[in-house]
């Protein structure tokens, strides 16, 4: 089975910190995502990659950046948390190509105070 | 931009009945659709996917696509209050790394 790990589920921090969320894929995925998700809003794509050192912009990437040294590990960085970044988090990874599913981690609750 | 358009709902079904969820989609060359069901707290699960235009069955689920209208549907026979979820809606419109989602629907199946 697919696997997509993220390092917390849970997750407060205050305001002005710098806060890294860790998202680890099992099956050699070329692409991962960032998306966040908040009632109303659906899923919003922050970040992905679609391969080791190479990432792309997605709907909301302001206020975050992401880092991926390697191809089985994606994070993604608050560097000054703020209040309007609390949310759920969520990582996924996929397949390169059309016809590939896409795998969700469990997600991290992260709230900012 | 590439949108994928579904019923905020709530949908509210008894138990026992069949659940219609629709999407459309705006980017005509779209190829590969899926639906994933989200509990409440919990992260999105495939149910099921569709690449080719018709039905598609598995189980109590049927996907059904027409790309013609640029719509596809989830039927759910027999609905039980287990169903009750977000189901999200997502497309690959042509881009080989990723999905785009709907909002999703909220389905509540009522014993």
């Known amino acids: 089975d697919v696997k997509v790990t993220q390092s917390s589920r849970y997750l407060v921090k205050r305001t002005g910190e710098k806060v890294f969320l860790e998202c680890v894929q099992d099956m050699d995925h070329e692409n991962m995502f960032w998306y966040r998700q908040d009632p109303g809003l659906g899923l919003r794509l922050i970040y992905f990659s679609y391969d080791v050192k190479m990432k792309e912009k997605g709907d909301i990437p302001e206020g975050y950046s992401v880092s991926r040294e390697k191809k089985e590990r994606f994070s993604l960085i608050l560097e000054s948390a703020s209040t309007n970044q609390t949310s759920m988090y969520l990582c996924?990874?996929?397949?390169?190509?059309?016809?590939?599913?896409?795998?969700f981690g469990p997600g991290t609750r992260l709230t900012v105070t | 931009q590439k949108e994928v358009e579904q019923n905020s709902g709530p949908l509210s079904v008894p138990e026992g009945a069949i659940a219609s969820l629709n999407c459309t989609y705006s980017d005509r060359g779209s190829q590969s659709f899926f639906w994933y069901r989200q509990y409440s707290g919990k992260s999105p699960e495939l149910i099921m996917f569709i690449y080719s235009n018709g039905d598609k069955e598995d189980g109590r689920f049927t996907a059904q696509l027409n790309k013609a209208s640029q719509y596809v549907s989830l039927l759910i026979r027999d609905s039980q209050p287990s169903d009750s979820a977000t189901y999200l809606c997502?497309?690959?419109?042509?881009?080989?790394?990723?999905?785009?989602f709907g909002k999703g629907t909220l389905l509540t199946v009522n014993p």
């Open positions: 997502a497309v690959n419109s042509g881009s080989n790394y990723k999905l785009t």
């Open positions: 996924a990874s996929r397949l390169s190509g059309l016809a590939y599913e896409q795998y």
